[in-house]
């Protein structure tokens, strides 16, 4: 079962992170764990899509069978990396 564990927005408030926690459990024990991350923006473009947007929508669908990859699964080890590789990040933005 996935559970939303976080949602974080962009400073421009139209893009954000969704974070959630799958885990399929058994008898005995979690038998399947992925965090899912995943991304979404306002794709609007706060004006109606021209005909040349529309059409590179579709050639990315037809040529790659998905109009977007914005979501991404971890295993724990992964996720754990991502975060402390954020923590690194932000740890060097706090000591100056």
């Known amino acids: 079962m ?20 799958y885990k399929e459990k058994s008898d005995v024990g979690v ?5 899912y991350l ?13 005909f040349g947007d529309r059409l590179r929508w579709i050639w ?3 040529t790659t069978g998905q109009p977007w990859a914005d979501d991404l699964c ?6 754990k ?3 402390k590789r954020l923590l690194e990040l932000t740890k060097e933005d706090a000591d100056e």
Do not use: N, T
């Open 31 to 35: 038998k399947f764990h992925e965090i």
């Open 38 to 50: 995943a991304m979404f923006a306002w794709r609007g473009y706060h004006r109606p899509l021209d």
């Open 60 to 62: 990315r669908i037809l």
């Open 81 to 83: 990396k991502l975060g």
């Open 2 to 21: 996935s559970e939303i564990e976080e949602i974080l927005m962009c400073d421009c408030g139209e893009h954000g992170l969704v974070i959630s926690d």
């Open 74 to 79: 971890l295993q724990p080890k992964d996720a």
